[in-house]
């Protein structure tokens, strides 16, 4: 059968080295506790409300994927690569044993899998993606487009998740917290300094900017001119009832029309016009 070239494809897959694959053993039942935790698991946190309808389906049906499983430390003990949900939820429902499907990897290959499975669920978030992008970066020396390669996402994507990592602390917590979006961070990320990122943060948490609004924010703090929206052109017909009064009154006239009434905005440009205005109307009233 033929490898998989990265692990975006799907967990079967193991990152091609220049060793040759090794074949896995085949699934066992092995006891829970014999499973240690995965020591490169990117995901820092994992809600217990997540897991309770995951435990409520394997104590009815048990479990249906086998969780991917190295060798351990000592003999009968095992390294978990895969199916930390399961494992977790596992031991909710009370199970004394799980399926396991033993695979010899690397400690790369150990990080990768865990990273590529969660981000499959999407169930990091973004700082503990950016961290263990950072892991594969500064411990396994890959590229930027090497790791985009392995997790199925585009070199710009993982580029600019791991500047997340820039941020100040402040900005990491609201992130974490979920008071900010990855967007909104990005934008704030823009800013030179760090107080004017802390500023605009202040002001996106008070006014509950969006990502757009925050963008503009930024464009801002950082002098850049931000256009205005342009006006919507008037239809023809507007525009023919505009030439009309102009030419009556002997000025500039704007309609603004809507589905529930509108405004007539006339113009003058000095007193005595004004005083024409008010005279020529008062006489057609």
Known sequence: MARHTGLGKGLDALIPGNEPPQEDRGTSQVPIDAILPNPRQPRTSLESDDLTGLAASIHEHGIIQPLVVSDGPQPGQYYLVAGERRLRAARLAGLEAVPVLVRQVTPQEQLELALVENLQRADLTPLETAEAYRELVDTFHLSHEEIAQRVGKSRVSVTNTLRLLK????????????????????????????????????????????????????????????????????????????????????????????KKGGSLVIHYYSDEELDQLIQHLSNNL
Do not use: C, F, M, W
């Open 167 to 258: 941020l100040p602390e402040a900005i990491k917590t609201a992130l974490v917290e979920g008071k900010l979006s990855e967007g909104h961070a990005r934008a704030l990320l823009t800013l030179p300094t760090v107080s004017a990122q802390l500023a605009a943060l202040q002001a996106v948490l008070a006014h509950d900017l969006n990502v757009r609004q925050t963008e503009e924010l930024v464009r801002r703090y950082s002098g850049q001119r931000v256009e205005p929206a342009a006006r919507p052109q008037p239809s023809p017909e507007i525009k023919a009832i505009e030439e009309r009064l102009r030419i009556s009154l002997g000025t500039r006239v704007e309609l603004h029309h809507g």
